[in-house]
């Protein structure tokens, strides 16, 4: 099944290289690990319309690694893979 999001809107995927264990060696739980704020873009809208209905072009593409902001987006789970959808705007910088 494939995901295409609409409008400015954005299909990331968790890059999550989140360390499990502290230096000291004790195991962090999952439920305890920040949620993660880098991923990798999998899906692009077209992008949203300005007054005259025109297209405004999207600043990210598929393959980017991008920085979201923590608390954006919705997530889902499709086909066994976590996703999160979110708008452009939610994306703060792209990470080279």
Excluded: H
Aim: overall charge negative.
């Amino acid at each position: 099944m494939q995901l295409q999001p609409l409008g400015d809107r954005v299909v990331v995927t968790s890059t999550d290289d989140a360390e499990s264990r502290t230096p000291s060696g004790l195991v962090i739980p999952d439920t305890a690990k920040e949620k993660p704020q880098i991923g990798e873009v999998v899906a692009v809208g077209p992008g949203a319309r300005d007054d005259d209905g025109e297209r405004i072009p999207m600043d990210v593409s598929v393959g980017d690694n991008v920085l979201y902001s923590k608390f954006s987006g919705t997530e889902i789970k499709l086909d066994m893979d976590d996703f999160l959808v979110l708008s452009e705007r939610d994306i703060l910088a792209i990470v080279k």
